[in-house]
């Protein structure tokens, strides 16, 4: 399980490489400059569709791992 300061410390660390400050992470993300700021200090509640938005624009990928994805994918393709 991804625990919050992990995430918190991953989207920290890219925003820096990125030479980006939080506000500048906010504005190419579309969001409010207190979800960055609430989000590497590690806060549990953050909408999906705005965390999607800030890992698109650091360019990081989030994998799911389940027993059934193989069959989720079959699914998916049939």
Do not use: Y
Request: charged fraction near 25%.
């Amino acid at each position: 399980m991804l625990e919050p300061k992990v995430l918190a410390t991953v989207i920290k660390k890219h925003r820096k490489a990125a030479g980006l400050s939080q506000l500048q992470l906010a504005e190419m993300a579309g969001v409010g400059k207190t979800v960055v700021f609430d989000l590497e200090k590690g806060k549990e509640t953050i909408q999906l569709a705005t965390l999607r938005k800030i890992l698109v624009v650091l360019n990081i990928k989030v994998q799911l791992t389940s027993p059934f994805m193989d069959q989720i994918v079959t699914d998916e393709n049939s």
